[in-house]
């Protein structure tokens, strides 16, 4: 008797600890193509992540938001507003093991960060302009360079980007994370 509930401890016990290494992702790490439920650095919880419509930023318009879906307005942007923003796109074309959230690139929200970047301070804005006017112009040949240039910015420790996702896998990524 006393060896039956002396295994079913220590069964208990394997369980519960696979259990939880589980739902750290260590049994399961993740291929970059999930997006974890997560905060961004500047708590954003009315910001609209993943993919976005036209509808979806006439609607933010019409209520006064910015192209991220937040009442921020650009000359009340901080340095972390910013970082987020920009580090959120990139997570459409990067490999990396955790991703913590992601708004989708899109040319609106890359010109009103661009333009916003005139109407306020920020330590890092040459990093930030640098970024995004490769990115309006349609280069992403190192957007995983620029993604842990901001990535560096934030003090990261986890989540540094590996390489760049294939169209396939970066459409795929858009569409599993709408």
């Known amino acids: 008797m006393k060896k039956m509930i002396v295994f079913s401890l220590i069964g208990l016990l394997i369980v519960g600890g696979g259990v939880m290494w589980y739902a750290q992702g260590e049994l399961m790490p993740s291929n970059g193509n999930e997006v974890e439920t997560a905060k961004n650095s500047h708590g954003a919880q009315g910001a609209v992540s993943g993919a976005v ?3 979806d930023l006439e609607t933010f318009e019409e209520e ?34 955790k991703k913590w ?16 970047l005139d109407q306020v301070e920020l330590k890092h804005e040459d990093v ?5 006017q490769k990115w309006q112009a349609g280069n992403f040949d190192t957007v995983d360079d620029d993604h842990n240039a901001i990535w ?9 980007a590996t390489g760049i996702l294939s169209p396939e896998e970066e ?3 858009v569409e599993k994370n709408k």
């Open 101 to 116: 959230y992601f708004y989708e690139m899109h040319p609106e929200r890359i010109t009103w960060l661009l333009e916003s």
């Open 171 to 173: 459409k795929k990524f």
């Open 128 to 132: 930030y302009k640098r970024i995004l």
């Open 64 to 97: 006064g938001k910015n192209p991220f879906g937040e009442t921020i307005p650009a000359d009340k942007l901080s340095e972390d507003n910013v970082k987020d923003y920009i580090h959120g796109m990139s997570h459409q074309k990067v490999k990396a093991k």
């Open 152 to 160: 560096n910015l934030n003090n990261g420790t986890v989540g540094k």
């Open 53 to 55: 419509t036209e509808e």
